[in-house]
């Protein structure tokens, strides 16, 4: 039987840890209880928003309807000669399961270590970081489809994966619930340590277990805990731009940091923000992190018109500058739908 709250603050369920009410909060620990939340008469009407561990979201208002926590648990494992096979449900914690693996000396997740949320959630945006990404892992994602409440599998390349993007955030947005998720990691392992500040981390031959150490030393020195400031991590996803806007930005900047893309150039949104003097901008409770300028985080009492306040200030600083348009990865969560830092903004 689910577990019912009516009106139940949502602070401890989301990591930039503001107030704000769900009219009604239930927790899901079976596909089964999914599915009859999904059919319960009483919540026929209301939105319903799924809800992981509440690490790429800011409630912009209460929620007017039914979150339902993802708390489905259970992870087996099965190897063959090439491969281990890690059969996952979505409600388990995703950087439990990178520390559990490295342990184990299942190496293919290390480089993916820390990344608060959810192992279900972590398919939506394809999670990424050190030169790893959520699909160069991913066997299979299998979701509930909300329309007919049957289980549906897609393989990896069904996912249609990019750079913090999925096919859960286009074509099957609002109508798949993930449940459970394949892992296939390569008993021929190749390291990965190019990115950044980790080469210069690791000595040696480079191990599964150093790369891992190596990525959560490096961002325990640059990202905020969640338990100790609330936040969401980066706040604003890195820009893709046009050569010819790069090579007139460079021209200007020589320090700016971008990378060759398929589509252009990837800047780094963290230096536009840092480089526009807006470390430490604060409205209220909330601030642009004094490390990572990508990052907005909570020094205590923040609310959501605070956050609201500050993104704004930093995308139209960052526009009237560089001629960027920032475009925010943290989803915000309206009253009864999911809306965007334009629509809240315009509110205000
Ligand atoms: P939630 O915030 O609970 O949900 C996110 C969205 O997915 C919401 O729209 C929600 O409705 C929807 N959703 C949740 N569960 C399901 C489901 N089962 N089926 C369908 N929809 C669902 N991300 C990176 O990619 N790389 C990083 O390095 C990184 N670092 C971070 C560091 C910090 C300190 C923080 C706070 C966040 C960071 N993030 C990073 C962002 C975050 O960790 C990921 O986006 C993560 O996958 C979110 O998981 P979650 O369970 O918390 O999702
Ligand atoms: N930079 C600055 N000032 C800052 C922040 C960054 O100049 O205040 C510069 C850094 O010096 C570096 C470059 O920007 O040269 C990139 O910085 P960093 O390596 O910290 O990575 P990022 O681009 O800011 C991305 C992801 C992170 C991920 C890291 C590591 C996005 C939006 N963010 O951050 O993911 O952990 O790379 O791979 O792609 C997240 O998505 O929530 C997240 C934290």
């Known amino acids: 039987m689910s577990q019912i709250t009516l009106n139940a603050n949502l602070a401890p369920y989301h990591t930039f840890g503001i107030d704000c009410q769900a009219k009604v909060l239930v927790k899901a620990n079976s596909v089964a209880e999914l599915i009859s939340i999904y059919q319960n008469d009483d919540w026929q009407y209301l939105p319903k928003l799924p809800l992981g561990s509440g690490s790429n979201m800011l409630f912009t208002s209460d929620f007017e309807g039914v979150v339902v926590l993802n708390r489905l648990k259970g992870i087996s494992v099965t190897e063959d000669g090439d491969f281990w096979y890690l059969e996952c449900e979505s409600g388990e914690d995703w950087p439990d399961l990178v520390e559990w693996s490295v342990k184990q000396g299942l190496h293919g997740l290390e480089n993916l270590a820390l990344i608060p949320g959810c192992i279900g959630t972590a398919p939506i945006q394809n999670i990424g970081a050190y030169g790893v990404e959520f699909k160069d892992v991913c066997d ?7 329309t007919t409440l049957q289980v549906v599998r897609l393989s990896m390349d069904e996912c249609q994966f990019g750079y913090r993007d ?5 074509g099957l947005y609002g109508n798949a619930l993930i449940i459970k998720v394949g892992l296939k ?4 392992w ?4 190019q990115y950044g500040a980790l080469q210069n981390l690791i ?8 790369i891992f150490e190596a990525v959560k030393e490096t961002r325990q020195s640059k990202l905020p805990n969640p338990e100790v400031e609330g936040n969401a ?8 731009i046009t050569k010819d806007l790069y090579k007139a930005l460079k021209a200007k900047h020589p320090s700016l940091v971008a990378f060759e893309a398929p589509e252009g150039f990837k800047v780094a949104a963290g230096w536009l923000i840092d480089n526009a003097g807006l470390k430490g901008y604060q409205v209220g409770g909330a601030r642009v992190h004094d490390n990572q300028a990508l990052v907005i985080v909570n ?10 306040q500050v993104a704004r200030h930093v995308q139209q600083t960052v526009k009237q500058r560089y001629s960027v348009e920032l475009e925010h990865e943290v989803r915000f969560i309206g009253r009864t739908q999911e809306t965007c830092l334009h629509d809240v903004a315009m509110g205000l």
């Open 233 to 240: 991590g980066s706040f604003f996803k890195n820009p893709v």
């Open 185 to 188: 990691l390569a008993k021929s």
């Open 166 to 170: 999925s096919i859960f955030k286009k």
């Open 299 to 308: 020094k205590g009492g923040a609310t959501a018109q605070d956050v609201i």
């Open 190 to 193: 190749q390291a990965k340590f």
């Open 140 to 146: 299979y994602v299998e979701y509930l489809d909300l």
């Open 203 to 210: 000595t040696g031959e480079p191990t599964s277990v150093k």
